[in-house]
């Protein structure tokens, strides 16, 4: 009994070892599994929930390379779309006008049969260029006074292809800087902020701010201006870029005293020579207004 008693301790110490090491090895694995990767079924793609990122406090959607729903643009893209989106705006608009013969001036008796625009047949079609928000609350003010008959440019020419800076680039989202050039009439001198958003897979304005030269001067160079003018005028207008000149004083549209955002001083004028027509102007850089010039000018100024 006593030979038999000191193998039984030998068999429960061994029994007691196996089982000790078989419990550190079953603890060690499952804190690996408690630590590592969720199963392949519940990540991705083919997992249950899915979530999208949420935005920061700067309105960032966390990281824009991650995989997943959304869009990102580059700056060719973006001044792309945004010239489509306010090209299809402007032509919404017309089209709309012709088609319900509609006028904002009520009562006019040069125009028989027009009728006040209507913000609700309009609705539909501007939301293909600009969402709900923008559509409610800054184009339906656009259409009620759109059709006036007048030389007044509602919706601005935003010269993309001259100047353009994409200021932010997130998914479904980007902001773009451009400047509206003045044409003939005097509508331009203007800096334009916008801001467009991907909605189901259409890009759409969202938001947009233009700033007079008087707050925000735009800054032309000679150069900027020259493309303008290969880009939207004759091509047998041909000019030739004289020098930049500093002149004194308010000047505004076409070299008249401007009371309303008037610049009062030194102001750079750069003077080009119309070879077609055979007359020298001068465009305000400031402002991108066009003024006259004579040769008195050029010995005048330096």
């Not at 102007?281 to 100024?301: M, P, Q, V, W």
Request: charge should be negative; glycine fraction near 10%.
């Amino acid at each position: 009994m006593k030979k038999w008693g000191k193998w039984g301790v030998y068999i429960s110490a061994t029994i007691l070892m196996v089982l000790s090491v078989g419990y550190l090895i079953f603890s060690y694995n499952n804190e690996n599994n408690a630590n590592g990767e969720e199963p392949a079924d519940l990540v991705g793609g083919g997992g249950a929930v899915n979530e999208d990122p949420q935005a920061d406090d700067e309105g960032n959607t966390g990281d824009d390379n991650a995989e997943g729903p959304g869009e990102l643009v580059d700056e060719a893209q973006a001044i792309t779309i945004t010239h489509d989106l306010l090209s299809g705006l402007r032509e919404t608009f017309g089209r709309l006008g012709e088609e319900y013969k509609w006028s904002s001036v009520q009562d006019d008796w040069e125009q028989p049969g027009y009728t006040e625009p209507d913000f609700e047949i309009a609705k539909p079609h501007l939301l293909n260029y600009a969402t709900e928000e923008f559509t409610v609350g800054t184009l339906r003010g656009i259409l009620m006074e759109y059709y006036c008959f007048c030389d007044k440019l509602f919706i601005p020419d935003l010269h993309l292809d001259v100047r353009a800076e994409v200021l932010e680039v997130h998914k479904n989202l980007f902001v773009i800087k451009g400047i509206s050039i003045a044409n003939e009439l005097g509508n331009g001198g203007l800096t334009g902020y916008l801001t467009v958003k991907n909605e189901d897979g259409k890009w759409k304005i969202d938001h947009w701010q233009w700033n007079n030269f008087s707050d925000e001067p735009i800054n032309l160079t000679a150069d900027e201006y020259l493309s303008y003018r290969d880009l939207y005028y004759e091509a047998d207008d041909k000019l030739t870029f004289v020098k930049t000149i500093k002149m004194t004083g308010v000047i505004g549209f076409d070299g008249e005293p401007m009371y309303e955002n008037a610049i009062e001083g030194e102001i750079d004028v750069h003077v080009f020579y119309n070879e077609t027509y055979d007359y020298y102007f001068g465009i305000a850089a400031n402002s991108s207004y066009s003024l006259s010039i004579t040769e008195s000018d050029l010995e005048k100024y330096q």
